[in-house]
Structure formats: structure tokens, C-alpha cells
């Protein structure tokens, strides 16, 4: 003859507590690497949007050699840059000194 066991199914409070422990601490572990990863990110985009100024610069100045001085307004008034790109050149912070783009 078999016993049944009166035990319900499911987790007691303690049990679901400890688990949300521990996802917790997961998270806890995992937040920094993420928050390091996205600055990383950030950092290279803002790397590839100088690069990408200067090259287009690089291209104006061989279309316009007779100019002395380059903005960013130049560049996109003759549609080196699109509209984007210099909303998120000036989110960014690029400027232009002389020929070079700096970030």
C-alpha cells in the first residue's frame, strides 16, 4: 500500500524568495559589463563619425581647393553630410578646426 504525500505543488515563499535572490545578484553581476560594453559603443561610434567627417572634409577640400577654412555647415550645405549625420555631429560634438575634424 502506497502513502500519498500531502505536499502541494508549487514554491513555498522561501523558495521564490531565494530564487529573486539570486537573479538579484546576477543581475548585479552582469549590469557593469553591460553599462562598460555601451560605452564602448558609444566611444566607437563617436571615433567612426570623426573619421567619416574627415573623409568627407578630405573629399570637399578636393572639390574646393581654394578654400581655407571647412565648417560643418559647408559640408552639409553641398551635401557632403546628410541631414543626420550632422544632427548627430553636433550631438557628438564635432567641430572643425582647420581641416581636421576633432570629437
Known amino acids: ?29 552582469i549590469l557593469p559589463n553591460l553599462t562598460k560594453q555601451r560605452d564602448q559603443a558609444q566611444q566607437t561610434h563617436a571615433r567612426a563619425m570623426v573619421a567619416t567627417v574627415q573623409t568627407q572634409i578630405d573629399l570637399y577640400l578636393n572639390d574646393h581647393p581654394d578654400k581655407q577654412q571647412v565648417s560643418i555647415d559647408d559640408l552639409a550645405k553641398e551635401h557632403y553630410l546628410t541631414a543626420q549625420q550632422v544632427t548627430k555631429v553636433k550631438a557628438l560634438k564635432i567641430h572643425v578646426v582647420g581641416h581636421e575634424a576633432k570629437g
Open 1 to 29: 500500500m502506497m502513502k500519498k504525500l500531502n505536499k502541494q505543488a508549487g514554491f513555498t515563499l522561501i523558495e521564490a524568495t531565494i530564487v529573486l535572490f539570486i537573479i538579484g545578484l546576477l543581475m548585479l553581476l
